[in-house]
């Protein structure tokens, strides 16, 4: 007889379940604190552990392409992690597991569980107080001088500031970097200050931009406290000044800098600066220019191919976004000009992993190009990528996409495997093909490594019919569409 009442084993089922769902939050709160906020709330969104059994832990993920990710990236850590609820644990694995998508009993709304602790300021506006008065943007300690790369184009200015590093106020004083925007140079500066802070942290580092360095100069010529102010930045350590082709036109901040630079000077005391251009091109008085002049000046230069693609492949690590070497290829290809145009188009592909779950392809990105490339709003003149125009999808295409958004491989598609990791997306190729290639039948199972064309006829019916029911399905096929220009 069937009894309504839930019986034991549902009832064990059920607190099996609730410990394991326990126990997942465990981990996840470990990893929470090894992983950047964002990457963590991007890759473990909608996970949950889908079975312990004889040392296995069973980890679901809700999308079939963040496997890879997860196998190469969080595997480990997550293994660790898992050791340390359970000691049993010995191998952690992945399963793919549409419904986690929509299932938020057995997930977690990570932004909620996780809260942001501070809310971060934007970049560059902090200040530190480093003594009475003086007062220097907190440097940024993402950019280091391990994470620069080194190419034809700043050579010369890379090793100048590490010189520097090695021995402020030594030879290399004051160090002058120019060159064009977006090329390096603020990274360079605060690298260096990052160096010399590690090595020296009692030092009193000043970074500001000329903009900061002449609002300091108002507000003491208002406040009538000049002697202050120039007392003040003589105990300075080193000095770095950001920008000063801005100081062009600004005679009393020109001054000021004057009589601080040569006081900081004969104290052996660091001077770095940048600007968009050599000291003589800028404008500024004579006694100021030859002061630049007397020093070591470095360029920083448009970076050739492989410099791009070696600084793409750096900050995708960074971005820990992951994206095929074709995707970074393409990108240092196109994205000539210079670098901050390179990491703005990696922001746009992170973005919209992170809200659409596009996995970012050589599509994907020429339409982000393209978006960059016509926006009237874009701060710098003209961003000029060259994108080779829209051609529509083909067969191969289709077969491309598939096996990325998968990770099967095409020849496993074409192939005679009959596994069911690989049998679906194999469906999905042929109704793609089918529906917007228009493939005949019994093309596509020429195509298909010469199957009958009912075998074809069968898997696009499958795919169609099961479209019907099967919301995870459907959303995986809508972005691969998307992926293919197909809607
Ligand atoms: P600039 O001050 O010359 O306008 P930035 O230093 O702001 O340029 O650089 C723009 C972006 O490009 C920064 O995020 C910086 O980290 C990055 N970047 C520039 N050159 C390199 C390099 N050689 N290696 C790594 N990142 C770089
Ligand atoms: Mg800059």
């Not at 809310?119 to 009475?132: H, P, S």
């Not at 920008?243 to 020109?254: C, I």
Request: proline content about 3%; glycine content about 4%.
């Amino acid at each position: 007889m069937m009894s309504s009442v839930s019986s034991p084993s549902t009832h064990t089922a059920g607190t099996q379940e609730m410990l394991l769902r326990e126990m997942w939050l465990g981990i996840l709160s470990q990893l929470a604190t090894s992983i950047p906020r964002s990457q963590f709330i991007t890759w473990f969104k909608d996970t949950a552990i889908l079975g312990l059994e004889d040392g296995t832990l069973v980890v679901g993920l809700p999308l079939p392409m963040s496997l890879n990710w997860h196998l190469e990236h969080y595997r480990a850590l997550t293994l660790q992690a898992a050791q340390k609820q359970n000691a049993t644990v010995e191998q952690v694995v992945y399963k793919v597991d549409g419904g986690l998508k929509d299932d938020p009993m057995r997930t977690f709304d990570l932004l909620k569980a996780f809260p942001e602790e501070k809310r971060r300021k934007v970049a560059g506006r902090q200040e530190v107080r480093l003594a009475e008065g003086i007062v220097s943007k907190i440097l940024n300690s993402r950019y280091t001088m391990e994470n620069f790369v080194v190419g034809s184009g700043n050579r010369l200015a890379y090793a100048a500031c590490q010189a520097v590093a090695m021995q402020p106020g030594g030879k290399y004083n004051p160090l002058f970097i120019y060159g064009g925007v977006g090329l390096g140079k603020t990274h360079l500066l605060q690298a260096t200050g990052n160096a010399i802070l590690k090595q020296m942290p009692k030092s009193t580092i000043v970074y500001t931009t000329t903009e900061d360095f002449t609002n300091q100069v108002i507000e003491a010529i208002q406040q009538q406290k000049m002697e202050q102010f120039r007392k003040r930045y003589r105990l300075v350590d080193v000095l770095i000044i950001d920008d000063v082709q801005f100081l062009a036109n600004k005679e009393r901040t020109q001054e000021e800098f004057f009589h601080t630079f040569n006081a900081l000077y004969e104290d052996h005391k660091q001077i770095i600066v940048a600007a968009d251009r050599q000291p003589h091109e800028l404008q500024l008085e004579d006694r100021l220019t030859s002061r630049f002049e007397r020093g070591m000046i470095a360029d920083v230069s448009t970076p050739d191919y492989e410099t791009r693609l070696a600084i793409i492949v750096e900050k995708a690590k960074e971005y820990q976004i992951f994206m095929d070497m074709t995707v970074l290829q393409f990108i240092a290809e196109h994205a000539t000009k210079n670098i901050r145009e390179l990491e703005g188009i990696l922001m746009q592909a992170v973005a919209q992993y992170e809200l659409e779950q596009r996995v970012p392809t050589v599509k994907s990105i020429a339409e982000i190009m393209r978006k960059l490339n016509k926006d009237p709003h874009e701060e710098e003149d003209h961003v000029g990528f060259e994108i080779p125009p829209k051609r529509s999808s083909t067969f191969q295409d289709v077969l491309e996409a598939v096996s990325r958004y998968y990770s099967v491989s095409v020849q496993d598609m074409i192939g005679q495997s009959r596994v069911r990791e690989i049998l679906i997306p194999r469906q999905i190729a042929m109704y793609l093909c089918k529906k917007y290639l228009r493939i005949s039948y019994v093309r596509s199972g020429e195509l298909f490594s010469g199957r009958d064309h009912t075998t074809v006829m069968n898997a696009v019916e499958k795919i169609e019919s099961k479209l019907q029911n099967d919301p995870q399905l459907l959303r995986e096929v809508r972005s691969l569409e998307k992926e293919l220009d197909f809607v």
